[in-house]
Nanobody, 123 residues
Framework: QVQLVESGGGLVQAGGSLRLSCAAS????????MGWFRQAPGKEREFVAA????????YYADSVKGRFTISRDKAKKTVYLQMNTLTPEDTAVYYC????????????????WGQGTQVTVSS
């Protein structure tokens, strides 16, 4: 089992920045990738960004490319999502996920999920 705990959400004005953190514990040796997903009210959960745990390859949704940066600190077993130039369309609950599968942009490839952290961007 892997446990994930997110932090760093909050309320920010449009154009501002936030950094989310996700600390992993448990049997992390089985993880291939860690990702961030988000879900806005009335919408499906969508992929935001992912990073492979070993090699550090990164993947982004088109909607966040150039604004968001995902990174990981293997020693701390923590993944970060730096979010810049936020817009009201980024408002959602953000979830951290860890998976053993190779489909890093696919929700169903992730085995473990955090509880979510709210990000609200005001206009």
């Amino acid at each position: 089992q892997v446990q994930l705990v997110e932090s760093g959400g909050g309320l920010v004005q449009a154009g501002g920045s936030l950094r989310l953190s996700c600390a992993a514990s448990g049997r992390t040796s089985s993880i291939y990738a860690m990702g961030w997903f988000r879900q806005a009210p009335g919408k499906e959960r969508e992929f935001v960004a992912a990073v492979t745990w070993s090699g550090g390859s990164t993947y982004y949704a088109d909607s966040v490319k150039g604004r968001f940066t995902i990174s990981r600190d293997k020693a701390k077993k923590t993944v970060y999502l730096q979010m810049n130039t936020l817009t009201p369309e980024d408002t959602a609950v953000y979830y951290c996920a860890a998976g053993r599968g190779f489909g890093v942009v696919v929700t169903t490839e992730y085995d473990y999920w955090g509880q979510g952290t709210q990000v609200t961007v005001s206009s």
